[in-house]
């Protein structure tokens, strides 16, 4: 199985700690941010890592990977735009880096700028269990919060509704961007990018996914970080270095 993780954004709501680094190279709690996500899939024990990165910023990725010294197997992915006005979206850039790299899965997503302490073999566990795509889920335990976020709705551990920011909630179990697409599942994804379905928020596949197939879900407790900001950025770095 592969493991992507997702580093092509331009981060602009870090500036200006991201005028000249990528989000997921600065520091957090002593090392960059993309060594923790890396680290976070040990468990996972993908045969390779696939890091997608935009152009602007591949030689700074690339010098990460000359000097990893871990046991993880890393390779560099590429995507064909240097700002943000020709990016092309978290699931653009899937798609085409399924295409050029002929990815089949079962494959494991992880965005770069997603940080905890779970265990995300779960996840796994689950997969190998139904053969399904697996989505990670975490309870904000807050409605007015759970507003902010890709909302799921459960029958058992099966997601049988997900709406992307509601106004009214049907749960507190917000998305996570770790996800584990089944063979199927990729063939879906291809399905949704060719009748022109949005190429940019995940949640927007994973909504039109949840209405057509059997997709599973993990739901995690400890602590996670979406690190879409300063504010977001300022509390993971408390939490590494305490």
Do not use: C
């Not at 200006?16 to 997921?24: D, F, G």
């Not at 799921?152 to 584990?180: C, H, M, N």
């Not at 009748?195 to 400890?222: E, H, P, Q």
Request: proline share 3%; hydrophobic share 40%.
């Amino acid at each position: 199985m592969d493991s992507i993780i997702l580093a092509g954004g331009f981060a602009k709501r870090m500036l200006p700690l991201t005028k000249n680094i990528p989000k997921q190279l600065l520091d957090v709690g002593g090392k960059p941010m993309l060594q923790h996500v890396i680290e976070s899939l040990e468990n996972v024990a993908p045969d390779r890592i696939i890091i997608s990165v935009n152009s602007l910023f591949a030689s700074q990725f690339q010098n990460f990977i000359d000097d990893y010294k871990g046991t993880m197997n890393l390779q560099l992915y590429i995507e064909p735009s240097l700002s943000e006005e020709e990016k092309l979206g978290a699931l653009g850039a899937l798609h085409l880096l399924f295409k050029e790299l002929e990815i089949e899965g079962p494959v494991f997503i992880a965005g770069g700028d997603n940080l905890s302490n779970f265990d995300l073999n779960r996840m796994v566990t689950m997969a190998q269990n139904t053969g399904r795509d697996v989505i990670g889920l975490y309870d904000v335990e807050d409605i007015e919060l759970a507003k902010l976020y890709g909302i799921a709705k459960q029958d058992g551990d099966r997601i049988s509704d997900f709406v992307e920011k509601p106004l009214a909630p049907s749960s507190t179990l917000a998305a996570t961007a770790y996800w584990l697409l089944s063979k199927s599942g990729i063939s879906h994804f291809r399905d949704y990018m060719g009748s022109g379905g949005d190429r940019d928020a995940m949640g927007n596949f994973l909504a039109w996914n949840v209405r057509r197939n059997d997709v599973r879900s993990v739901v995690f407790r400890g602590t996670w970080y979406d690190v879409g900001g300063l504010e977001s950025y300022n509390e993971a770095q408390k939490w590494f270095s305490d």
